[in-house]
Structure formats: C-alpha cells, structure tokens
C-alpha cells in the first residue's frame, strides 16, 4: 500500500476522541465540550478531571464520592519513600517522578484492564498521588522529611502544604488549581500519544502514566515551562529582551514557549495564565520575570507571528510557579500532577476499543547486502 510518510505524524489522525477539541486557528480550548476559559471561572481541577474522565459534570452526590476516593488515596506507601530516598538528589524530579509511579504499580498489581473497578481505582490511586509524590522528592532531596497530605485541604492547598509544611494563602490555592486545570488535557499531544501506545499492549496504567511522564519531561514538550524560566533569567532586565530575541532567531534557535503544532494563533491557556500572574501580582507584588517576557513576546512577535508562532502554555505558567516558590526544574512535574487526568481519560477511552498501535514505516536501507567476515573489513 503506497503512503504519505508525515514527519512527526503532523496533522494524521491517531484516535476517535470526545475528550477535548483544539481550534488551533481561533484559539479555542474545550475539554467536553467546555471551554477551558469557563472551567478555569467555575469548577475545580478535580470536578475537571472527573469531567475529562467520566464525560460528564459529575451530580454533587458524585462529586461527594469522587473527592472522597481521591483525598483517601493521597498517602504512599513508605516504600515509596524508600525508593525515592534511593535516588540521587541531584537527578531531574521528572526522573523521579517517572520511576516512582512505575513503581506504585507494584503495590496495586491488579494487570486486568478489562476490570472496569480496578481500572476506577487505579484512576483515583494516580489523580491521588502524583502530587503526593511530587512534594516528598521536593523536600526529600533537600534533605527533609515528607509531609503527610491533609484530608481537610483542597486538592491544590493540600499540594502546597505538602510541599511547605505551611497553608498557603487562598488565593494561591485558587490559582494553581486553574494552572492544573489548564494543564489537564490537550488532545492527541506527544504524551498522550505516547501512553496510548503503550496501553494499546494493554499495559496497566501506571506504566501508561510512567511512559507519558517520559515523554513529556523533554524540552519540545512539557519540558519547555522550564527552559522558558531559564532563558527569562538569563535575560534579566526587559531592556534585554530585544536584543536576546533577535540574537537567538538570528541564530537559528528556537524560543522555549514559543510555537505549536496546533495553534497558529496565540495559546487560549497562554492567555489565561496572563490573566492569573495578574491576579498573583496583585496579592503578591509583582515579578520581574513577567515584565521581561511581556519584552520578549513583544521582541519575538515582530518576527514569529507572521509564520503563526504564538506564546504556547509554557511561556507563563513557569512565572506563576516561580513567584509561589517552586523551585524551576518541579515546572514539569506539576504540568505531569495535571495532565495525568487527561491521560488516563484517554486510556480509559481507549480501551473500549483499543487496537494494538503497529505502524508502518519507509524502509530506506539496502537489501541483500553480502555478509563480509571480520578480518576482511
Ligand atoms: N522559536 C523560533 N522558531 C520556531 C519556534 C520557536 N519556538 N517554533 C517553531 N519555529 C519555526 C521553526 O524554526 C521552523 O522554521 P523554518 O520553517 O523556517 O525552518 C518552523 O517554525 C516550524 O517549526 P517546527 O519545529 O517544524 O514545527 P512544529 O509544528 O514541529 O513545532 C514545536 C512545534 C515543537 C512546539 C515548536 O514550536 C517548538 O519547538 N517550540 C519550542 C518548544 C516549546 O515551547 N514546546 C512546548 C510546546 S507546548 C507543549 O508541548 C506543552
């Protein structure tokens, strides 16, 4: 059969989703159909991912039994600590991440992803505990103890407290929890992808999430909220801007938080995280950071946006996360802490008719090459 070979698989359909639609030309977000704008003003991340999850707003009595099950699974096992404990402090959280999730699925051995049950309690176990975890390397690693979760915190408080050992003010709560929501699904994006192929084997989901926290660790994906970070430090003062952005396209290289497959117009999520470092700012004081990326996507817009290249999610949210304290290289971690519900909406989805991932591919190479011994090379 002849095929279209599509680099990066742009633009090839790889599912039959309901889960969320992106306008990549008008800029619109909808998770079920909701636009993410509304659910960042009304709901919560964890009615959100039931949402993403289970395809409708769940009833109050729902929600009532949905964050119940997810703030009685928040704890982790000791031995979980153990391993994390194991790992070297200088070594990526996203890394940590990764291998303690792959973990997890050791203590939950239930494989049967026809089990509709376990597949529920699995979803609650990881929506549950990736915060969790995320916070004990967080201190871990600067040499002290975890923190027990709260069950009389909010998801987001909860996450705070964990990472602090102190309530932080409401409003910072408020604001994180629309970052998750934000970060909570994004259709058929490299991670999501990823997790669908190895669910396709019928892997259990703690591999599924295992493998998606690989890929979004690298730097074209969720990696980039880091690097953006980095970069804006490195230019320091917005005066800086300028000359930094026209140096790095002259030269070729890519700006982080830049770009998207999709979108050809500014990212709707981008917008809104303007919106919340406003609304931080004004609690808080603003931060220095932001006035050099408003230089920056000034500086780069002169020459990006004629090609359609837009601020994406990356590009704000780091700043959000840098004036609350969290050190740089947990931006990704919290990105994985949100995204985790969409995956597992996706696998969930997949599974009512899921088809083993096996594409093709060009072979490109010789054929019936001699086989040439050793000394004769
Ligand atoms: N800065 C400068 N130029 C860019 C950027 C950027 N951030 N992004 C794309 N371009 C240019 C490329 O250099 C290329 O130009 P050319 O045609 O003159 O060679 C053209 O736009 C197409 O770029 P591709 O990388 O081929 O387009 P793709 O659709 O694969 O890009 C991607 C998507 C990978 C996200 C890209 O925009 C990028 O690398 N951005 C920076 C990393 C980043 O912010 N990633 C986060 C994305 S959002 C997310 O995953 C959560």
Redesign the pocket.
Known sequence: MPHDFMP?L?GVPAATSSISDVDGQRGILEYRGVRVETLCSESSYLETAYLLLFGHLPSPREFQQWTTDVTHHRRIKFRIIDLLKCLPESGHPMDALQAAVAALGMFYPGRNVKDVENNYWSTVRLVAKLPTIVAAWARLRHGDDPIVPRDDLEFSENFFYMLTESVAPPVWGEIFDDCLILHAEHTM?ASTFTGLVTASTLADPYTVVASSIGALKG????G?NEEVVVMLREIGTPDKARLHVEHA?RNKK????????VYKVKDPRATVLQELCRRLFKECGSSPLYEVALEVEAAAGAT?NG?G?YP???FYSGIIYDKMGVDVDLFTPLFAMARVSGWLAHWLEQLRENKLFRPDQIYSGEHNRPYVPIDQR
């Open positions: 990066g742009a994006n730097p074209l994906h969720g980039a396209l890519k700006l982080m938080g830049f770009g998207h497959r990006l090609k290249i994406n999610v990356d």
